[in-house]
Nanobody, 118 residues
């Protein structure tokens, strides 16, 4: 059974930093494109950052230059380093794994809350 477990969320002041982690179990993450999505209250879930199996990355315009996505194949883990956080970054952050070939193999974590407030 494939599971994704996020951690690292919390309350931080504007301008602060957080690092989110997503541990993948039950499969090798190396065959999956991995992404961080976020959903703010009353809004649709949106892609924040994506890292492909070849290490290529893609970011939403709203987080470019502030967020960095990475993956550690040895640990089957994905990270999101978030710097210069803003109140509008407040959301539940979800990790996602989508198989590079078999798109029916898609998995989500349970989400971790990030709150940016003074």
């Amino acid at each position: 059974q494939v599971q994704l477990v996020e951690s690292g969320g919390g309350l931080v002041q504007p301008g602060g930093s957080l690092r989110l982690s997503c541990v993948v179990s039950g499969t090798s993450a190396s065959a999956y494109n991995l992404g961080w999505y976020r959903q703010a209250p009353g809004k649709k879930r949106e892609l924040a950052a994506l890292i492909a199996t070849d290490g290529g990355t893609n970011y939403a315009d709203s987080v470019k230059g502030r967020f960095t996505i990475s993956r550690d194949s040895a640990k089957n883990t994905m990270y999101l380093q978030m710097n210069d956080l803003k109140p509008e970054d407040t959301a539940v952050y979800y990790c996602n794994a989508l198989h590079r070939f078999f798109t029916a193999r898609e998995y989500w974590g349970q989400g971790t809350q990030v709150t940016v407030s003074s």
